[in-house]
């Protein structure tokens, strides 16, 4: 599992090469973003349940995240998204106990509130973004993981930012290391969003689970924590005559080893340089 790099020959004058690289979070502290979908939708009761509510379940198992995945100085943000997008707390993740209940509260008094009524999802990631952008101007953090995870059922009724548009600002944000991570319930399998992330170029993953009950949930957030420790980033350069084409590709997984089958299976598997440039695209 350490790093290397390969190549061979799939042709007359084209060849095929990979080099790849362990992803490792740098010595710095890195920036997550949540966005809790705050909608009427949340304050639903969990399927199976009598009184335990979506929200509720939204924010136990964000702190499990937080308590379990990140490391003490890590800095997160929590958002909240209907009609309107709220950043309800900035904090240190060693400090989530101070700060917990007043998150919950917050949250609460949002899912009451006129907007409650709207989905504005594409609205809430370009703004989420547009902030951390202008941080990393501030602070010229080049080197730092950062984490875009919205938690949502995929639906958005009123966004003036149009879903092309959102994937666009993905795809051309200028943060290096940037983790683009959604966690969707009960997203349709024709929805237009799991398309465009499934065939986005920028680093991106989807994690899907059927229904809003507590043990899928848990299942999902098992996912995320897993995703979020296991990234093996993979640059490939493809070598056509005296075109070199070259892609940065972020794969997620399981373990190391998981991610690390995946990006291996895909270059070894392509008998053409058009095959493995664009099965490599469409990760």
């Not at 602070?139 to 009123?158: E, H, I, K, W």
């Not at 237009?192 to 499934?198: A, H, S």
């Not at 997984?253 to 895909?266: L, Y």
């Amino acid at each position: 599992m350490e790093n290397w790099s390969q190549k061979r020959d799939v042709g007359v004058g084209q060849s095929v090469g990979g080099e790849y690289k362990i992803h490792k979070a740098n010595n710095g502290i890195a920036y997550i973003h949540i966005l809790l979908d705050a909608t009427g939708s949340t304050e639903m009761t969990c399927p199976g349940t009598k009184r335990t509510k979506v929200w509720e379940q939204l924010l136990e198992q964000f702190e499990k995240l937080v308590r379990e995945t990140l490391r003490p100085g890590d800095v997160v943000y929590i958002w909240a998204f209907n009609k309107t997008t709220t950043q309800l707390c900035k904090f240190v993740a060693q400090d989530l106990d101070s700060k917990s209940e007043s998150i919950r509260r917050q949250y609460k008094n949002i899912l009451g509130g006129e907007g409650a009524g709207e989905t504005r999802l594409y609205d809430a990631v370009k703004d989420a973004l547009n902030f951390q952008i202008g941080e990393e101007k501030k602070r010229s953090t080049v080197g730092a993981d950062c984490f875009l995870v919205p938690f949502t059922d995929g639906m958005d009724n009123s966004s003036k930012t149009s879903l092309k548009t959102m994937m666009h600002q993905i795809i051309g944000a200028p943060i290096n290391r940037l983790h683009i991570i959604f966690v969707t319930a009960n997203l349709p399998q024709n929805s237009r969003l799991k398309e465009e992330l499934e065939a986005a170029l920028k680093v991106k993953a989807l994690i899907e689970y059927e229904t809003s009950k507590p043990g899928d949930m848990s299942r999902a957030f098992d996912d995320l924590r897993a995703q979020m420790k296991a990234i093996l980033r993979v640059s490939v350069s493809l070598d056509h005559g005296r075109v070199v084409q070259s892609i940065t590709n972020v794969e997620y997984g399981s373990s190391r080893t998981d991610v690390a089958k995946k990006v291996s299976k895909t270059l070894y598997g392509a008998d053409a340089f058009r095959d493995a440039f664009n099965q490599l695209r469409l990760r």
